[in-house]
């Protein structure tokens, strides 16, 4: 009998263990699925700001009166608005699909009154920008570095981001990336820097040979794999043909791979 006890007790053991086991990998999956879905609406906002830049850039009569821009969705539509120079009228608004962010399905030039959601949304964002003076923020940007600004509108507040961009050539900017969660009134709430400095990673070497993946290190606060990095490596892997990369995180003991053709990740432990 006390090898039937000994036996069953060991099952259970065995089965919790399983079951504990999948419990994790559920919640590594639910966990890295979010981090997607936010990477690619994060992607989504930074490409139509891109590919709208360049567009309005090679339009000789606009490119000289714009006063700045801005982007926002509704569903599957992404729009790049840019406004005149006292940010009262929109000189230009290019709209886009999220199935198709490289050509824009309408373009309008009309020269109109900004809506109240556009008024309101760059309130908002000068709103969140005008706290950065706090040092408790610690937002600072590395010289050769552009800010670029997404701001996220959501039922109870906005999201507000601030991703690197660059113009050296052959770098991938990550790092130096920050999330900050307001209220209604674009008052903080929140806020997270992902790394503590730019990440500089080279597409090529100085002999001349392609890269074809990089990598860099999460230190404890920031154990996995960011939206951030993933929108950055989308728009920057893109351009340089890289399809992947990785992220070392010390906190969790694993590697997390992006793959950028499959838009997956994929998790294997530090041997």
Not at 7 to 13: E, F, G, K, M, S
Not at 55 to 83: P, R
Not at 218 to 237: N, Q, S, V
Request: proline letters at 3%; a neutral charge; aromatic letters at 12%.
């Amino acid at each position: 009998m006390k090898n039937y006890i000994t036996l069953i007790i060991a099952l259970l053991l065995t089965a919790n263990s399983f079951s504990q086991t999948a419990i994790k990998e559920e919640a590594l999956k639910s966990k890295l699925d979010s981090i997607i879905a936010e990477a690619d609406l994060l992607y989504s906002y930074e490409k139509v700001a891109w590919k709208a830049s360049d567009l309005i850039m090679q339009n000789e009569s606009l490119k000289h009166q714009i006063g700045g821009y801005l982007v926002y969705h509704s569903n599957d539509t992404v729009y790049g608005i840019f406004t005149d120079k006292v940010f009262q009228k929109r000189i230009a608004t290019y709209t886009f699909t999220i199935k198709d962010l490289n050509v824009p399905f309408s373009t309008d030039f009309n020269l109109v009154e900004l809506s109240s959601k556009e008024k309101n949304l760059l309130a908002i964002r000068n709103t969140i920008i005008n706290q950065f003076s706090n040092p408790k923020y610690q937002v600072t940007i590395t010289n050769g570095y552009t800010p670029n600004l997404v701001l996220i509108e959501e039922e109870t507040g906005y999201k507000f981001y601030v991703i690197m961009g660059t113009n050296y050539p052959e770098v991938i900017p990550f790092g130096n990336d920050y999330y900050f969660k307001t209220d209604k009134e674009g008052k903080i709430l929140s806020s997270r820097k992902f790394h503590k400095t730019v990440i500089p990673a080279q597409t090529k070497m100085k002999d001349g040979s392609v890269v074809v993946s990089v990598i860099h290190s999460h230190l404890k606060m920031t154990p996995f794999i960011t939206a951030t990095d993933i929108c950055t490596f989308r728009l920057y892997g893109e351009l340089y043909q890289m399809n992947e990369f990785m992220v070392l995180s010390t906190a969790l003991g694993k590697y997390f791979k992006y793959t950028l053709n499959t838009n997956t990740i994929e998790v294997t432990d530090i041997k």
